[in-house]
């Protein structure tokens, strides 16, 4: 959402999302999807939906999230209640905070499957804040070409880190990280570290990086691949689903948890559904069985055979049985006896 002044004395707000308004000197809701003008006085009352789901709730007197003087408010004051997703979390609830430059990228993604699953349940919330709400020129500018030349523009360093300040300060703070290149690799234990952590804050880079001094603000640095992207955002959502998906209460079946790839440092088993038969391709015999040992038995062994066959140097980790080593030594054609 942004606001401005325009020629006269309404306030002139774009808003990137779908919002209902409703101007209160007047008690008439007026419907608009882009902009909307209204007097300085005016009581301005927003319902934010995303993907048809009402998210957040917001009067705002003042006009639009910017005090009188026209500088932006706190995310406290403001701009969380445009852009939170976070109202009826429960009690041991995890909360995602964004720091990003476009905050209309995680419109989607954010209320869709089982992150939004996980949200309309209290067990999952996020409150996004866009860097440019922390600005204090009248452009609205949050990065600037770099010292010593060079190609490309740099996030600066104070709308950033006044950004991330407002994800909360204190002993009670979310646990602030930086998606970058050379953070720590991004896998399953650093994701279940963090789902047990408690609430993070999550600053999306952009263009050439961020200023070296934000850094001094953050409690670690992540990376998801050693791969390019146009910023942090895809890496920040990669992050918030392998994380929330380890909260109770965001999967329907906890144990979905447990059984996926890596879960357990092997690949999943192979998977089947109805028909049975398609295309002269069978369902295995023995998941129609109903011998749930034997399929149980069956599952591991192809876990295995899958590990060894596409990714052997997970084994390196895996948390292997003896049982398990002596079906590799089969599954690898091992001239050693495997009893």
């Not at 995602?96 to 476009?102: D, K, M, P, S």
């Not at 059984?259 to 092997?266: K, N, R, T, V």
Request: hydrophobic share 40%; aromatic share 6%.
């Amino acid at each position: 959402m942004k606001a401005a002044r325009g020629p006269g004395s309404p306030v002139l707000a774009h808003f990137a999302f779908p919002v209902r308004v409703a101007a209160r000197s007047g008690d008439t809701a007026v419907e608009t999807p882009e902009f909307l003008g209204l007097n300085g006085s005016d009581t301005l009352y927003l319902e934010l939906e995303l993907a048809g789901s009402l998210v957040g709730r917001c009067s705002d007197p003042r006009g639009l999230g910017r005090t009188r003087s026209g500088t932006p408010r706190s995310l406290a004051e403001s701009a969380t209640p445009f852009l939170g997703l976070a109202s009826g979390l429960s009690a041991g609830a995890m909360h995602f905070h964004i720091v990003t430059l476009f905050p209309e990228f995680f419109a989607s993604p954010l209320s869709a499957t089982m992150l939004g699953k996980g949200r309309e349940r209290g067990a999952i919330g996020f409150s996004i804040y866009d860097v440019r709400d922390f600005t204090h020129d009248r452009h609205r500018v949050a990065d600037d070409t770099p010292y010593g030349g060079g190609q490309g523009m740099v996030m600066k360093v104070e709308p950033l880190t006044e950004a991330i300040e407002a994800t909360g300060e204190g002993a009670d703070r979310p646990r602030r990280i930086l998606l970058s290149p050379r953070g720590r690799a991004f896998d399953v234990e650093l994701a279940e570290e963090l789902a047990a952590g408690g609430d993070l804050a999550l600053v999306c880079g952009r263009y050439e990086g961020v200023d070296e001094r934000v850094r001094s603000v953050v409690d670690d640095e992540i990376s998801v691949g050693d791969y390019i992207l146009s910023g942090g955002e895809p890496a920040v959502l990669v992050v918030i689903d392998a994380v929330a998906r380890l909260v109770p209460g965001v999967l329907g079946c906890s144990q979905s948890a447990v059984e996926e790839s890596f879960a357990d440092g092997l690949l999943e088993f192979p998977q089947y559904t109805r028909p049975a038969e398609f295309r002269g391709d069978a369902v295995p015999k023995i998941l129609l069985s109903g011998d749930h040992a034997r399929i149980a038995e069956w599952r591991r062994r192809e876990s295995l055979r899958r590990t060894l066959e596409w990714r052997p140097e997970l084994l390196e980790t895996a948390d292997l049985t003896e049982r398990d080593h002596r079906w590799l030594m089969q599954l690898a054609g091992s001239d050693e006896d495997p009893e």
